[in-house]
C-alpha cells in the first residue's frame, strides 16, 4: 500500500486548506485511515482518523470543530478539510493507514503500518 499526500501550503491565520491522501496498491474501504503532523521541533502527534471503514472518527481536541476527515472510496482518497486555521497547526501532515486498529490505539502512530510522505502545512500569523 502506498499513500501520496497533497494539498499543503502556506495561509493566513483564519484561512482554510484542504490536504488528500491518495492510496494505491490497496482498497480504501479495507483501510484504517489517520492523519498526524510533526510541529518544527517537536514529535509527531495525532490529529484525527477514519477507522471501521469510515464509522468511527476520533479527533485531537485542539482540531475538533475545525478540522473534517473524509473518504471518498470510489476515488481511494481521503480529505482533510481545515479551516480556522492557526500558527500552532504549522506542520508537516502526513497520513497513515492500517488494518485493524482498536479504538484503544487509534491516537498511536505505531498502529498503523503505511505512511505518506507528508506535506507542509505554514499558518502566518
Known amino acids: 500500500v502506498q499513500l501520496q499526500a497533497s494539498g499543503g501550503g502556506l495561509v493566513q491565520a483564519g484561512g482554510s486548506l484542504r490536504l488528500s491522501c491518495t492510496i494505491s496498491?490497496?482498497?480504501?474501504?479495507?483501510?484504517?485511515m489517520a492523519w498526524f503532523r510533526q510541529p518544527p521541533g517537536k514529535e509527531r502527534e495525532f490529529v484525527v482518523a477514519?477507522?471501521?471503514?469510515?464509522?468511527?472518527?476520533v479527533y485531537e481536541d485542539t482540531v475538533k470543530g475545525r478540522f473534517t476527515i473524509s473518504r471518498d472510496n470510489a476515488k481511494n482518497t481521503i480529505f482533510l478539510q481545515m479551516d480556522n486555521l492557526q500558527p500552532e497547526d504549522t506542520a508537516v501532515y502526513s497520513c497513515?493507514?492500517?488494518?485493524?486498529?482498536?479504538?484503544?490505539?487509534?491516537?498511536?502512530?505505531?498502529?498503523?503500518?503505511?505512511w505518506g510522505q507528508g506535506t507542509q502545512v505554514t499558518v502566518s500569523s
Open positions: 497513515a493507514a492500517g488494518r485493524g486498529t482498536i479504538l484503544s490505539s487509534t491516537r498511536l502512530d505505531r498502529a498503523y503500518s503505511y
Open positions: 496498491g490497496g482498497t480504501l474501504s479495507n483501510l484504517d
Open positions: 477514519n477507522a471501521r471503514r469510515g464509522t468511527r472518527v
